[in-house]
């Protein structure tokens, strides 16, 4: 429950809020509905390392039908996570490093269907990394350390520490071949 008390402790930080923070801030803390969906990772994550498959499932699913988060207890993610907003929010990584804050409609995932959530195919996110409303990172890529992702951005290849990165990849990988007709047919 340590990631849980750097979750809380940043979130408190980040709205300004001085002092230490004691027992009675951390369980009000927990009734924040900024982050109840703190609470729920962490004991989905909780029970999923215990091999309580179930009741790790059912913390997950509270997510998603509560906060519209889809995250699996299998997402190895550090303290300091900081979810302002969470609708529409899908994070399949193998890693999020600490102090990360990820912004609504973001998806990290593979590139292909992955049921069972194959690590060796998830997106690594490293510490103190700000991720943009809307944005996509996909596929087997690693965000360095302080990197800054722009809404609706679209990350199909590794960011290095430090970088600011914004815009669109889509471009035409593969166009179907034409049947070439013979002129002399038309007449």
Do not use: W
């Amino acid at each position: 429950m340590n990631r849980l008390r750097a979750d809380i402790e940043r979130y408190y930080q980040l709205v300004g809020m001085e002092g230490p923070v004691t027992r009675l801030r951390l369980f009000l803390a927990c009734l924040n509905p900024r982050l109840v969906p703190n609470v729920f990772l962490r004991l989905s994550e909780f029970f999923f390392k215990r091999h309580v498959m179930l009741v790790s499932k059912f913390f997950s699913m509270l997510n998603v039908l509560l906060f519209g988060i889809e995250i699996s207890g299998r997402v190895e993610i550090e303290g300091g996570l900081f979810l302002p907003h969470t609708v529409g929010t899908v994070i399949g990584a193998e890693r999020i490093g600490c102090n990360v804050t990820i912004m609504q409609g973001v998806t990290l995932g593979a590139r292909e269907p992955d049921i069972q959530c194959t690590v060796s195919m998830q997106p690594i996110i490293g510490d103190h990394v700000l991720i943009g409303a809307g944005a996509k990172i996909i596929g087997r890529v690693t965000i360095g350390d302080h990197a800054r992702i722009g809404a609706n951005t679209v990350v199909l290849h590794d960011v290095p520490p430090h970088a600011v990165m914004a815009g669109i990849e889509a471009r035409i990988l593969e166009l179907p071949q034409q049947e070439v007709k013979d002129e002399s047919s038309i007449h």
